[in-house]
T-cell receptor, first 114, second 114 residues
Framework: GESVGLHLPTLSVQEGDNSIINCAYS??????FIWYKQESGKGPQFIID?????DKRQGQRVTVLLNKTVKHLSLQIAATQPGDSAVYFC?????????????FGTGTRLTIIP | KAGVTQTPRYLIKTRGQQVTLSCSPI?????VSWYQQTPGQGLQFLFE???????NKGNFPGRFSGRQFSNSRSEMNVSTLELGDSALYLC?????????????FGQGTRLTVV
């Protein structure tokens, strides 16, 4: 079956340092992957996505790396800021005969230490 | 452009009752997905509606149902409430086109069953 999991439930990083959040997935047929950020009291917010035919994608201060060999996904946040404190979810999308189903991981809580 | 609106924000119900939650997607979005978020299970997919039809369904019992109206607004209903149904219910809207990965979430409805 499909499952998406995270290596670490919590992560604390000094402000200004880089952070890396990891995610493992089990369904090699997944078509793309998304990282979401959820701040307290808010719904998840889209950060960045990556298609299964890519191994790296960069955004503003964020980079997602995909290693299909070991079914591993990571989110790198550069020069972390207090506003980066949140729970980060990875999600995989499986396209099943035209229907796309989004499956979320359990989340990692990132705390930025001032 | 207004975001995704969920009502009500908070709800308290007793066991055995039923509840209806509402989600108004972003204007122009035709897909609405519902998720249940709990501390123990994380974000779990309930179902997705597109153009008034249920397009995808998660692994929840039949007590959980939904519908979508012609204006893309969606409602989900939970009948015969159980204590374990206490959760944050999130809806997400998107254009719904294949390959469209960016879903926008509402702030959720916090349901407490007592």
């Amino acid at each position: 079956g499909e499952s998406v999991g995270l290596h670490l439930p919590t992560l604390s990083v000094q402000e200004g340092d880089n952070s890396i959040i990891n995610c493992a997935y089990s369904n090699s047929a997944s078509d793309y992957f998304i990282w979401y950020k959820q701040e307290s009291g808010k719904g998840p917010q889209f950060i960045i996505d990556i298609r299964s035919n890519m191994d790296k994608r960069q955004g503003q201060r964020v980079t997602v790396l995909l290693n299909k060999t070991v079914k591993h996904l990571s989110l790198q946040i550069a020069a972390t800021q207090p506003g980066d404190s949140a729970v980060y979810f990875c999600a995989e999308i499986l396209n099943n005969f035209g229907n796309e189903k989004l499956t979320f991981g359990t989340g990692t809580r990132l705390t930025i230490i001032p | 452009k207004a975001g995704v609106t969920q009502t009500p924000r908070y709800l308290i119900k007793t066991r055995g009752q039923q509840v209806t939650l509402s989600c108004s997607p972003i204007s122009g979005h035709r897909s609405v997905s519902w998720y249940q978020q709990t501390p123990g299970q994380g974000l779990q997919f309930l179902f997705e509606y597109f153009s008034e039809t249920q397009r995808n369904k998660g692994n929840f019992p039949g007590r959980f149902s939904g519908r979508q109206f012609s204006n893309s607004r969606s409602e989900m209903n939970v009948s015969t409430l159980e204590l374990g149904d206490s959760a944050l219910y999130l809806c997400a809207s998107s254009l719904g086109a294949a390959g469209d990965t960016e879903a926008f979430f509402g702030q959720g409805t916090r349901l407490t069953v007592v």
